[in-house]
């Protein structure tokens, strides 16, 4: 199975910034994109930021121009800078990594806002 190792997240003021990690047990191009869900007000995951085999990025409309998806190939390793954090980014964040037919997750990383 594949094997997703999130670090980061952590408390943080408003304005502040976190940097999470996600590390794969095999290339992050194997995948067809990876990036991080949060819980969200729903019941489904919402979808944070993600990064393609080609470099692609998709973010959400809350998260556009304070949050960057990047990855290290080499480390097999996606990364997401969030920058100038609110309240409402306050949640769980999970890695995912979507091939094909199916996907995997992280155990999650708290992030905490304070206002």
């Known amino acids: 199975q594949v094997q997703l190792v999130e670090s980061g997240g952590g408390l943080v003021q408003a304005g502040g910034s976190l940097h999470l990690s996600c590390t794969a047990s095999?290339?992050?191009?194997?995948?067809?994109?990876m990036g991080w869900f949060r819980r969200g007000p729903g019941i489904q995951p919402e979808l944070v930021a993600t990064?393609?085999?080609?470099?692609?990025?998709v973010y959400a409309d809350s998260v556009k121009g304070r949050f960057t998806i990047s990855r290290d190939g080499t480390e097999n390793t996606v990364y997401l800078q969030m920058n100038n954090l609110r309240a409402e980014d306050t949640d769980v964040y999970y890695c995912?990594?979507?091939?094909?037919?199916?996907?995997?997750w992280g155990q999650g990383n708290q992030v905490t806002v304070s206002s």
């Open positions: 095999e290339s992050i191009f194997d995948f067809n994109y």
């Open positions: 990064i393609n085999v080609g470099g692609r990025t």
């Open positions: 995912n990594a979507r091939r094909a037919r199916s996907g995997s």
